[in-house]
């Protein structure tokens, strides 16, 4: 089974900190994301990366930055973090090429106060 | 925009009824579809998908229904269990689009014992 871990399942931070979530996959997938979780909005993509030392923005990606040295690895960083940044964040992973699904870490739930 | 919508919040079925879920999308180039339950403080979990080129995928109690023309889809579940209460997310991607999801706002299944 695919393993993709996050973490921290839970994180309280403050204002104007900088943050930095962890997340790493066991099964040498090309493709991960980061995705934020909230109320009413469903699951939004923060940034994708398709290889290492690659990313590409997804839909909401202010105030975050991300960083792929390695191709297990994915890290999403908050570079001064806000409290419109309080979520729940997802990291995912799935094999290159088309119609694959991806899978998920259990999620990080971030608090900034 | 939202190009993959879930216009049921919230959906209570009795044990053992069908419970159906729906989901609506924008993007005439989207070619294949999933849905995911997630479970509180639980990453999503894959659970079936479907390519445009069917109309109906099966596995075990969950099935897909794809309505290309009407650009439909919905989950049915039969019959439904207690265990399936959870939250279910519709996605949606375009081969040419890479491996980037675009994920509806999720409806919370409550199966009644």
């Known amino acids: 089974d695919v393993k993709v871990t996050q973490s921290s399942r839970y994180l309280v931070k403050r204002t104007g900190e900088k943050v930095f979530l962890e997340c790493v996959q066991d099964?040498?997938?090309?493709?991960m994301f980061w995705y934020r979780q909230d109320p009413g909005l469903g699951l939004r993509l923060i940034y994708f990366s398709y290889d290492v030392k690659m990313k590409e923005k997804g839909d909401i990606p202010e105030g975050y930055s991300v960083s792929r040295e390695k191709k297990e690895r994915f890290s999403l960083i908050l570079e001064s973090a806000s409290t419109n940044q309080t979520s729940m964040y997802l990291c995912?992973?799935?094999?290159?090429?088309?119609?694959?699904?991806?899978?998920f870490g259990d999620g990080t739930r971030l608090s900034i106060l | 925009d939202q190009q993959v919508k879930q216009n049921s919040p919230s959906l209570s079925v009795q044990e053992g009824r069908i419970s159906i879920l729906n989901c609506d999308y924008t993007?005439?180039?989207?070619?294949?579809f999933l849905w995911y339950k997630k479970y509180p403080a639980e990453g999503p979990t894959f659970l079936i998908s479907i390519s445009s080129i069917k109309d109906k995928n099966e596995d075990g109690r969950f099935t897909v229904f794809l309505n290309k023309s009407a650009k439909h889809l919905s989950l049915h579940i039969v019959p439904s269990q207690p265990g399936d209460s959870a939250v279910y997310f519709c996605a949606a991607s375009a081969l040419r689009g890479g491996n980037q999801f675009y994920f509806g706002t999720g409806t919370s299944l409550t199966v009644i014992p």
């Open positions: 099964m040498d997938h090309e493709n």
């Open positions: 995912a992973s799935s094999p290159s090429g088309g119609n694959q699904p991806q899978h």
């Open positions: 993007n005439s180039m989207f070619d294949y």
